[in-house]
C-alpha cells in the first residue's frame, strides 16, 4: 500500500444511509464487501454482503465491479475505511464506508459461513433449476408456518403465521408464473403445476437451515406477536443472503439474473415485515 493511501479522502455512510441505499437499490446494481475475517462473517454479516478479507483485498479486487457503488464494512470502520482507498486508488468510482461499522448495524444480519446453504446450489443450474429450488424454499417456510398455527394460544401470533404462510404462497405463485413463463419459451407446451411441483427435489427451509436451527439460534417465543415476525425477518435475511451468494456461484447470465430478482424480492419482504412490525 502506498503511504497515499491513507489520505485519500472517503465518504461515509452511517447506518441508517446505507440500509437505505440497500434498501432500495437493485442487488445487481451495488456491491456490499465485507473485509472483516471469515470468522467475524460466520457470526453475523449483513445479508448479501460479499467476503473479501482486507488481507485479500489486494488480490481479489476484479471480483468487485469498478463502476457500481460499493459499500465497505467492518467491525467498527477502521479496516473499511483503507479498504475503501485502495478501492478509489484502483480507479473505484462510488465508494462509501459504512461508519462505525456492523456494531452499528440494528437492522437483520445473516448468519453462518459462506458456504451455508450453498449445497442447494451448485452454479450450473439453469433460471428454471434455480426456480425450482427457490420454489422449494418457500414451500418449506410456508409448511413451517402453516405448521405453527394449531400450536399457537395467543391469537394475535397465530393470525401473524396465517399473514406470513399467505405471504409465501403468493411468492411460490410469482416464481411458479416465472418459470412457466421461462419454460413456455423454450417449449410448445408450458409445465403445469402439477407437474413443476412433482419436480421438486429439494426438501429445505428458507436460507438453507432448518427449521430447528432457526429456533435454536433466534429462540423466540413464539406466543409473542413481535418474535414472530423478528424470526420471519431473520430467515427473510438469511434467504436473501443465501439467493446473493448463490448468484456469484451461477455459471450463466440469465441464472445469475434470476437469483438476484429473487434477492430482489426477498430484500421487498423484508421492508414488508418491517411495516408489519411496526403496525403491531
Known amino acids: 500500500m502506498r503511504w497515499k493511501q491513507f489520505f485519500t479522502p472517503v465518504k461515509s455512510f452511517n447506518a441508517v444511509e446505507a440500509k437505505n441505499l440497500i434498501t432500495h437499490t437493485s442487488a445487481e446494481k451495488f456491491t456490499l464487501l465485507d473485509v472483516r475475517q ?26 468487485i465491479d ?14 473499511s475505511r483503507v479498504a475503501a482507498q485502495m478501492l478509489i486508488e484502483k480507479g473505484f468510482t462510488e465508494v462509501y464506508n ?10 437483520e444480519k445473516a448468519l453462518g459461513p459462506e458456504e451455508t446453504g450453498l449445497r442447494l446450489f451448485s452454479g ?32 394475535n401470533a397465530r393470525q401473524l ?14 416464481i411458479l408464473d416465472e418459470y412457466i413463463k421461462i419454460s413456455g419459451t423454450r417449449s410448445s407446451k408450458p409445465i403445469s403445476r402439477e407437474d413443476f411441483e412433482k419436480n421438486i427435489v429439494v426438501s429445505a427451509m428458507e436460507g438453507g437451515l432448518s427449521t430447528e436451527e432457526y429456533l435454536n439460534i433466534y429462540q423466540p417465543d413464539l406466543e409473542i406477536a413481535e418474535e ?39 430484500r421487498a419482504h423484508l421492508a414488508q415485515l418491517g411495516k408489519l412490525f411496526e403496525s403491531l
Request: overall charge negative.
Open 66 to 79: 469498478a463502476d457500481k457503488p460499493t459499500i465497505v464494512y467492518c467491525a467498527i470502520g477502521g479496516r
Open 38 to 63: 471469515p470468522a467475524e462473517y460466520q457470526s453475523g454479516h449483513i445479508a448479501g454482503a460479499k467476503l473479501i478479507p482486507l488481507g485479500d483485498l489486494g488480490e481479489r479486487i476484479n471480483e
Open 228 to 266: 414472530v415476525i423478528s424470526l420471519a425477518m431473520a430467515i427473510e435475511a438469511q434467504a436473501l443472503d443465501l439467493y446473493q451468494r448463490a448468484s456469484d456461484r451461477a455459471k450463466t447470465i440469465e441464472s445469475r439474473a434470476t437469483l438476484l430478482q429473487i434477492a430482489d424480492e426477498e
Open 161 to 174: 403465521f396465517e399473514k406470513l404462510s399467505a405471504i409465501e404462497k403468493k411468492h411460490q405463485q410469482r
Open 98 to 107: 459504512l461508519s462505525g461499522g456492523i456494531k452499528v448495524w440494528n437492522s
Open 124 to 155: 450450473k443450474e439453469s433460471p428454471e433449476e434455480s426456480l425450482v429450488i427457490a420454489y422449494s424454499l418457500e414451500a418449506g417456510l410456508q409448511e413451517f408456518y402453516i405448521s405453527m398455527i394449531p400450536k399457537i394460544k395467543n391469537e
